[in-house]
């Protein structure tokens, strides 16, 4: 089974529910269905070969989600392009996988230049575009391609700037497996109303096929801002959605808005980065029981663990990133291998369907990064008990000062519990006595007052002398990503040149 069959199947259910519900026009599963179908057909005219990739560059759309389901059910690879990056970056992934055919929005298209790749454009008129392809293509389904589960459906990259790119390679399985995981965990049903919060390029991408297969509808806004958010909860039956820590943290500081404007609300799901548990309290106090999140790697995507609004109740548990999902295997190993017991600190290894099959096109990498059918994670963690994981830090990213190992997660956690800080961002740097020192980068709430040896004084009485910052830098804003997360190398890179 494909995973774009689940969708299919449920627009032979339920063919008149509401299935992409955005500003502009609603989409029933039948009406939805006939276009993804159309457009299918339309891209195997353009390209019959299976399994030839299709970059897509756009930004939240009915368009793209169009675009995105016809080049699953066209049986091709996905090759999504964040219109937030460079040119330069998006030229390097173009160059890496030779796409056949590119999509682009307006905003897409200044971003990528697609060579001898053929071009259809989301929101232009003309031969080329999206609406003439559909009307060219109406009532003709795609050929169907018998083709292994462990095919790749999507290369997603991820990785820095530089050198070769790093494609993840996600087979159909592993998406088979997100989708039957997202429904069982988030108990999705006919009745949800996911708004569509996040880009589709990135996390948003795991919601949408589990969402389409029970029937519910995905809700699209015209910008995605809190006061958008907001109002898709408040006016247009949000039930839930997916998002990064920062954008609830600015929904939460909207003057006059409260729980009552978010009636439907019962699931909101964090991800993309790390949430101190002092904020998971503050989070859950605003919003109710509806908190919860998931931990996984673009190499095992999305996931790997899910923490669910009931794990949340026990406030002993704010700091777990919740317990294995269904088809993964998930275990704690030294440095030499050995599975290691319960409350001891190792690296995150994790095996079953949900794991990639490799990097495209470098061997030598996946070779590093997937020993015996084990996926090495590159970040360290623990479990307890009753097998809930911790996450401390990414191995690279432990800083070992005097011969003591400090993890960032936990000085962050603790400077997250002054009232004056916003955010904050621990690392380490060279020093001649220590071997590393820890510094940490701080972003105060706006209005807030705090000062560095406040804070530092603030961490010591908690956790030590040996976990306290050496120093710390005041950020009146913190580097991020285009998905709101803090860029720690950046931040510090920034850091290391206001001391230079």
């Not at 030229?91 to 590119?102: F, H, K």
Request: with cysteine.
């Amino acid at each position: 089974m494909r995973p774009i069959d689940f969708f299919f199947r449920a627009a032979q259910q339920y063919p008149q529910r509401i299935a992409l519900d955005s500003p502009a026009a609603t989409f029933t599963y039948a009406r939805l269905s006939d276009q993804v179908q159309a457009l299918a057909h339309a891209l195997q005219a353009m390209d019959p070969a299976p399994l030839s990739r299709v970059a897509i560059c756009a930004s939240n759309s009915a368009a793209h989600i169009i675009a995105l389901l016809a080049t699953l059910a066209a049986d091709k690879v996905w090759v999504p392009l964040n219109y937030r990056t460079s040119a330069a970056e998006i030229s390097r992934i173009i160059d890496a996988t030779s796409p056949s055919i590119v999509i682009v929005d307006a905003l897409g298209d200044p971003l990528v230049d697609s060579g001898a790749a053929q071009r259809i454009s989301l929101d232009e008129s003309g031969p080329a575009s999206l609406a003439s392809l559909i009307a060219q293509h109406a009532g003709h389904s795609p050929v169907r391609h018998e083709l292994s589960r462990d095919e790749p459906q999507a290369i997603k990259f991820t990785g820095g700037t530089t050198g070769l790119p790093k494609g993840v390679m996600q087979p159909r399985r592993a998406w088979n497996t997100v989708i039957i995981n997202q429904i069982n965990g988030w108990g999705l049903t006919q009745d949800d109303r996911y708004v569509v919060a996040a880009p589709v390029t990135h996390g948003t991408s795991t919601y949408l096929l589990p969402m389409l297969a029970q029937g519910g509808a995905l809700v699209l806004l015209d910008a995605v801002n809190p006061a958008s958010i907001t109002a898709a909860f408040r006016e247009r039956g949000g039930t839930l959605t997916f998002m990064p820590p920062t954008l609830i943290y600015m929904i939460m500081a909207q003057a006059g808005v409260n729980r009552s404007d978010f009636p439907a609300l019962r699931a909101l799901i964090y991800g993309g980065a790390p949430m101190p548990a002092e904020k998971i309290s503050q989070v859950r106090a605003f919003f109710g029981p509806v908190l919860g999140t998931t931990y996984g790697q673009t190499e095992a995507p999305q996931l790997v663990t899910m923490m669910r609004p009931a794990d949340f109740a026990d406030a002993a548990r704010h700091g777990a990133v919740g317990r294995a999902t269904w088809l993964s295997d998930l275990n704690i190993v030294a440095p030499d291998g050995r599975v290691l017991p319960a409350g001891e600190i190792g690296e995150v290894v994790v095996s079953g369907d949900l794991v990639m099959t490799g990097y495209w096109r470098r061997p030598e990498l996946t070779a590093q990064t997937l020993v015996k059918g084990w996926l090495h994670t590159g970040d360290l963690g623990m479990l307890d008990d009753d097998g809930y994981l911790y996450l401390k830090d990414r191995l690279r990213d432990v800083i070992i000062t005097g011969g003591f190992n400090v993890y960032p997660v936990d000085v962050e956690n603790t400077l997250s519990q002054h009232p004056a800080v916003y955010e904050s961002s621990v690392y380490g740097v060279p020093d001649e006595k220590w071997g590393e020192a820890v510094q940490a980068a701080v972003q105060l709430h706006d209005g807030a007052n705090a000062t560095t040896d406040e804070l530092m004084s603030f961490v010591k009485t908690r956790l030590g002398p040996v976990q306290t910052p050496k120093r710390i830098h005041l950020f009146p804003s913190l580097p991020r990503s285009s998905v709101g997360k803090v860029l720690k190398n950046a931040v510090r890179d920034a850091a290391l040149k206001e001391t230079a």
